[in-house]
């Protein structure tokens, strides 16, 4: 499978952005699909992610109440709404898929496919 993602770019705080993944090359519709995050020097760490059916979505602390992950089976599409973004959000963000069990959804050693990454700036 294939990613790539886009749609990050430059926000000012209290803005939003919707990022975007598009899927090619397998059978999108089988995969737990994810978003994470990496900071320089950080290590990459999850923020969202959205089973198969879309009926289990699960969501980092830090992000729950501001961000939407959802997925489109038929465009083999996934996406992050992201509103009420801080200066701490700015970072690179990296779109991901595989077959975690429910344990192990936040690992991204579960995921067997990245995408390219997207960089999102939210000013102050």
């Known amino acids: 499978v294939q990613l790539q993602a886009f749609g990050g770019g430059l926000v000012q705080a209290g803005g939003f952005l919707r990022l975007s993944c598009a899927a090619s090359?397998?059978?999108?519709?089988?995969?737990?699909v994810g978003w994470f995050r990496q900071a320089p020097g950080k290590e990459r760490e999850f923020v969202a992610a959205i089973r198969w059916s879309g009926g289990n979505l699960y969501y980092a602390d830090s992000v729950k109440g501001r961000f939407t992950i959802s997925r489109d089976n038929v465009k083999n599409t996934m996406y992050l709404q992201m509103n009420s973004l801080k200066p701490e959000d700015t970072t690179v963000y990296y779109c991901?898929?595989?077959?975690?069990?429910?344990?192990?959804?936040?690992?991204?050693?579960?995921?067997?496919?990245w995408g390219q990454g997207t960089k999102v700036t939210v000013s102050s």
């Open positions: 991901a898929a595989g077959r975690p069990i429910s344990s192990t959804v936040q690992r991204r050693e579960s995921y067997a496919y």
């Open positions: 090359g397998g059978t999108f519709s089988q995969y737990t």
